[in-house]
């Protein structure tokens, strides 16, 4: 705790999308929030969200553990956020989502921090055929191992105004004449990241008896092909829908993965060809007392943009 009383929360990768909407929770509960992460400038926009101290970036590298102890010296909870979608260089999954937070729990252990909320991601498992989602449950393990009270929080394609998701597909179909269909079948349950941030509040306040797992879907479970839909629906475009045979598909994702950004990579590919919806064995927003939105009361608001058709009233 500070000298003025105000408590600290560190959020590594907090400059993120999610930490967009959970750095506001944390301020308000009287916190004073440091963002922690390898790019402070990042987290310049977060700011505005407290008074002058109140949001703090910090330099803070998984890889550079005394930097992560001094981010979280102090700090009352610890909230890891850090993902990546695409490797820039082989590895990068390991390093983010499989030991980088064996070194978070384990600082925060030493520092005695009383709640560590670490968020993976619906489908880890060791035996993903997806890099992405071996390094989740490698992550998963690594943590509780360093924080046995670690809460998980499992969700699926989290949506919002600044997603990569039903924003990728809207651009596309603003400027593709068709829109590519891969793997339609697969299943989604989309979640908004303003429950995603009040699942991490609620978790945080858990008492120690609750269960440290949990996976969060929202109330719709959507095949892709329905979500393809839904998008040219609201943007009132008209694109007809091309499948892409698996083996083109696979083409072209080893192409575009070298391509600056990577638009699209054969780890992601493998990702969507796995169903991506809660698997009812664990808790989810129910147990956390949240109750999650559909995508009609958000998704048609931002999605407007790409096609010129007002939301639904």
């Known amino acids: 705790m500070r000298s003025d009383g105000r408590r600290i929360a560190t959020v590594f990768g907090g400059a993120g999308f999610i930490g967009r909407y959970l750095v506001p929770h944390l301020v308000r509960q009287g916190f004073t929030v440091r963002i922690a992460g390898r790019d402070t400038e990042k987290a310049a926009h977060l700011k505005p969200m407290g008074n002058p101290g109140e949001v703090v970036p910090l330099y803070a590298p998984l890889s550079d553990a005394g930097a992560v102890a001094r ?111 891969i793997s339609g079948r697969t299943k989604f349950q989309p979640v908004y990241v303003g429950d995603v941030a009040e699942a991490i509040m609620a978790a945080l306040a858990l008492p120690p008896e609750a269960p440290r797992l949990y996976e969060l879907g929202g109330p719709e479970v959507l095949s892709f092909r329905e979500i393809l839909v839904y998008i040219l629906k609201q943007t009132g475009l008209k694109r007809p829908l091309l499948a892409i045979p698996p083996g083109i598909a696979r083409l072209q994702a080893k192409l575009l993965e070298h391509m600056p950004g990577k638009p699209f990579t054969t780890d992601q590919l493998e990702m969507l060809a796995q169903d991506n919806v809660t698997s009812g064995l664990v808790p989810g927003f129910a147990a956390l007392g949240i109750v999650p939105r559909p995508i009609d009361l958000v998704v048609p608001a931002y999605l407007a943009r790409y ?5 639904n009233s």
Do not use: C, W
Request: no cysteine; glycine share 14%; net charge positive.
């Open 71 to 181: 981010a979280i010296m102090g700090a009352e909870v610890v909230v890891n956020l850090v993902g990546i979608l695409a490797e820039k260089k082989s590895g990068d999954f390991v390093r983010a989502h499989g030991t980088g937070p064996r070194v978070i729990a384990d600082e925060a252990s030493r520092a005695g921090v009383k709640h560590l909320v670490h968020i993976s991601a619906i489908g880890a498992s060791g035996t993903s055929r997806s890099g992405y989602g071996r390094s989740k449950a490698a992550g998963e393990a690594s943590v509780t191992a360093g924080f046995p009270d670690v809460v998980i929080l499992r969700p699926s394609i989290v949506f919002g105004p600044e997603d990569q998701f039903f924003n990728r597909f809207g651009a596309m179909a603003r400027l593709s004449p068709v829109m590519p269909v």
């Open 307 to 311: 096609g010129g058709k007002r939301p």
